[in-house]
């Protein structure tokens, strides 16, 4: 078989990283380019020494015509703002792109505009082309698409823990709360303040509330997958740990039904899914279940007496929430099975 040729872009983040180490045992895809505006002509094993085995040439600029004759797909685990300036030559140099930062999630250039306040949006073109690349939603589009816009982490892990069950009617849409909290690997490797070491020590932060840029994606997801206009209540928390994510969701139910009613519900619609957990009644995951893998692990506790459901959902954000999603939505693209180099257990402790 043919090896697919990738390119990372922003290969130094934690995201970059992460797709570096995962795509080391893919056994149809290899790394071709690492490319790096901040550290143009460094060695990546100089910047991340547990990479050295890899042997890697050294960081490239982005040079988009090099590019588009020597790779066929390019993965952007860029901040938010700067994929938009490059994907729409690269797609129409015929390269495949899977975009790891928010830039071609929203549908709509106002919405952009207004919840990542950069200059100016994508082409209304190139967002209309891209497929929202959640894997076990989306399979389909994804195939033939060529842009994939991978969903934000907090958005993957509140997304597969809703979408059932709004879709087989077991909740009311209205009545939505998502508590979000994750490790601060989320906010990247760009030094502030909010992730000094001594300000997240110790201490559990609230941020963004009302205002987080994964409030109208979750929105508009939910709605595009039940044909309701959909809102949602949510909050995000810091807390201190460098990987995981945990939403605890809190909704009403539509009629009284037990746990293992609502778990039976969600065995059946992901039966063939390689990466979605379900726990048993009485059981629900953690953050550290899933550390270093692709897997959402879900949990679930029908509360008769208050109507309730809770949905405990946990992944690693850099896996499932960034990189390993990615690589996911690859494989479905190429026709691989969707696990193709993304097995293994996570790791514990």
Not at 50 to 59: A, F, K, P, V
Not at 163 to 174: E, R
Not at 217 to 235: D, P, R, Y
């Given at each position: 078989m043919t090896m697919v040729r990738i390119a990372i872009i922003g290969a130094t983040g934690y995201g970059g990283v992460e797709l570096l180490r995962l795509l080391e045992r893919h056994p149809y895809a290899r790394v071709s380019k690492i490319i790096s505006g901040?550290?143009?002509?460094?060695?990546?094993?100089?910047?991340?020494?547990?990479?050295?085995?890899?042997?890697?040439?050294?960081?490239?600029?982005?040079?988009?015509?090099?590019?588009?004759?020597q790779i066929d797909v390019a993965f952007f685990a860029t901040p938010s703002g700067v994929s938009k300036d490059y994907i729409p030559e690269l797609l129409d140099l015929g390269v495949r792109c899977i975009d790891l930062s928010g830039d071609f999630r929203?549908?709509?250039p106002g919405d952009y505009d207004k919840w990542y306040k950069y200059s100016s949006a994508p082409s209304q073109d190139y967002l209309t082309q891209a497929v929202y690349g959640l894997s076990e939603i989306f399979p389909q589009e994804i195939q033939t698409a060529k842009l994939i816009a991978n969903p934000g982490c907090y958005p993957t892990t509140s997304l597969l823990a809703l979408?059932?069950?709004?879709?087989?009617?077991?909740?009311?849409?209205?009545s939505i709360v998502i508590d979000g909290k994750s490790g601060v690997s989320g906010a990247g490797r760009g030094v502030s303040l909010n992730t000094h070491f001594s300000e997240v020590n110790e201490n559990v932060k609230a941020y963004k509330l009302g205002v987080h840029q994964h409030i109208p994606?979750?929105?508009?997801?939910?709605?595009?997958?039940?044909?309701?206009?959909?809102?949602?209540?949510?909050?995000?928390h810091l807390i201190p740990m460098t990987r995981g994510m945990m939403c605890t969701i809190y909704t009403d139910m539509v009629q009284t039904l037990t746990t293992q009613q609502v778990i039976d519900c969600f065995q059946e619609y992901y039966n063939h899914q390689p990466f979605v957990r379900i726990r048993p009644a009485g059981e629900l995951p953690a953050t550290k279940d899933v550390v270093g893998s692709n897997y959402c692990d879900l949990g679930f506790m029908a509360d008769a007496r208050t109507g309730k459901l809770m949905i405990i959902s946990v992944i690693d954000n850099l896996v499932k929430g960034a990189a390993g999603q990615g690589i996911q939505n690859m494989n479905i693209q190429q026709g691989w099975a969707q696990a193709t180099g993304l097995t293994g257990v996570p790791v514990y402790p």
């Open positions: 901040s550290h143009d002509g460094d060695l990546l094993a100089d910047i991340y020494p547990h990479l050295r085995q890899l042997q890697l040439d050294q960081l490239e600029p982005l040079d988009v015509q090099e590019i588009a004759a929203l549908q709509s979408i059932p069950a709004i879709q087989q009617g077991l909740i009311k849409p209205s994606e979750i929105e508009q997801i939910l709605t595009q997958a039940t044909g309701e206009s959909m809102t949602v209540t949510f909050s995000t």
